[in-house]
């Protein structure tokens, strides 16, 4: 099972991979959101919603659905999470 600090690390990675609009970011998003369902214990619920609705948004993006824009706040809320999370947040917050 995942730390919160593991979880923490590889959400700092992909939040820079998404930033700089690289390639397969929406299969890492979907891993991570189902190592942080793994994590029930760990309290990451809200993880794995802002994982879950940013993969859901790029999915959206790369179909053509949506613009690039659209992901800009997703990825304000992730990185707001990581921030939380780098602070030292009980689990019962995060």
């Known amino acids: 099972m995942a730390t919160v600090e593991e979880l923490r690390e590889t959400l700092?990675?992909?939040s820079n991979k998404i930033?700089?609009?690289g390639e397969g970011a929406v299969?890492?998003?979907d891993t991570v959101s189902k190592l942080a369902a793994e994590a029930g214990s760990l309290g990451m619920k809200a993880g794995k919603q802002l994982l879950d609705?940013?993969?859901a948004s790029l999915q959206s993006v790369k179909d053509g659905k949506s613009h690039v824009d659209s992901i800009q706040v997703r990825i304000t809320a992730l990185?707001?999470?990581l921030n939380k999370i780098k602070g030292g947040s009980?689990?019962?917050e995060l």
Do not use: I, P, V
């Open 19 to 21: 930033a700089s609009a």
């Open 79 to 81: 990185d707001f999470y």
């Open 53 to 55: 609705n940013l993969a």
């Open 12 to 14: 700092e990675a992909l």
């Open 27 to 29: 299969a890492e998003l």
């Open 90 to 92: 009980s689990e019962e």
